[in-house]
């Protein structure tokens, strides 16, 4: 699909839409979600993302919130099911998780966490710049990057997982708090490899499922799929720098775990 021009179509044809800045970054950061959900997160982000910055500068609007709302809302929406990143697609195969009953868990805090980065997003700023400024060409190379991961990447994936150990941090407030450190420490997928075999309990799976997807927005290392789309912004000399990042991250991070935090408190 990516090859084939999907993603790039479905990105132009929304910043063609005749909208205002605030509501083409909500329909962009929707669109982020929906196909995170379905597709993985990674993927619409390497797609979409050198494509949206091309039509922001085009459209003589600030890039920057829009790829922000972009990496945010792919993340939050690929933590909507199993098939949305690999750390769930891992978790999922591993514990045999159900899809259904995953979903169940995952509704709302993706939910909230799309609603408040959408009230977040607030109305991003038009570029002062000359009429006369040549807009940039966008980019035809469609050369996949980054395969020399993806081989020790499956490697990974096909090992066996190691005997579960019951103890401290299979208890919840030790792994999620275990989940959302490593996930900033080490990146999500890593997180989740160490923390599998801690995995005891019915709501781990789940949880840790949430946990280390929405751990992912807080820092530029947390998700690949940040660095993806702050790499796309660089390559067009668009400056995302940590801080500028973490202004959106931090606060949309605190509240989805924090509403992650009370809704398996309620379940349990």
């Not at 790499?231 to 500028?244: C, N, Q």
Request: glycine share 8%; with cysteine; hydrophobic share 50%.
């Amino acid at each position: 699909m990516r090859l084939g021009g999907f993603y790039a179509w479905v990105t132009r044809r929304i910043a063609a839409l005749p909208l205002a800045p605030a509501a083409l970054l909500g329909v962009t950061m929707a669109a982020s979600a929906a196909l995170s959900a379905v597709f993985s997160n990674d993927v619409v982000c390497l797609s979409m993302a050198p494509v949206l910055a091309d039509a922001c500068l085009r459209r003589r609007l600030d890039p920057v919130p829009f790829l922000l709302g972009l990496a945010c809302a792919a993340n939050i929406g690929s933590a909507a099911t199993l098939i949305g990143n690999p750390q769930n697609m891992l978790i999922g195969e591993v514990l045999s998780l159900s899809f259904a009953g995953y979903l169940g868990y995952a509704f709302v805090p993706v939910s909230v966490g799309l609603v408040f980065l959408a009230a977040r997003g607030g109305g991003p700023r038009r570029r002062r710049a000359p009429d006369d400024e040549p807009a940039p060409a966008l980019e035809q190379d469609a050369r996949p990057r980054g395969l020399g991961a993806a081989h020790p990447l499956h490697r990974a994936f096909r090992r066996e997982p190691r005997a579960r150990p019951d103890g401290p941090l299979s208890e919840p407030v030790p792994l999620f708090a275990s989940a959302f450190v490593l996930s900033n420490v080490v990146s999500n997928v890593p997180a989740v490899m160490l923390l599998l075999p801690a995995a005891t309990q019915p709501f781990s799976g789940p949880m840790l499922a949430l946990v280390s997807t929405l751990a992912g927005n807080l820092l530029i290392v947390g998700s690949i799929a940040n660095i993806i789309v702050v790499d796309a912004a660089r390559r067009r000399g668009i400056a995302i720098s940590w801080l500028r990042h973490a202004r959106t991250g931090v606060p949309v991070t605190v509240t989805t775990l924090a509403v992650t935090a009370a809704w398996f408190w309620l379940q349990g």
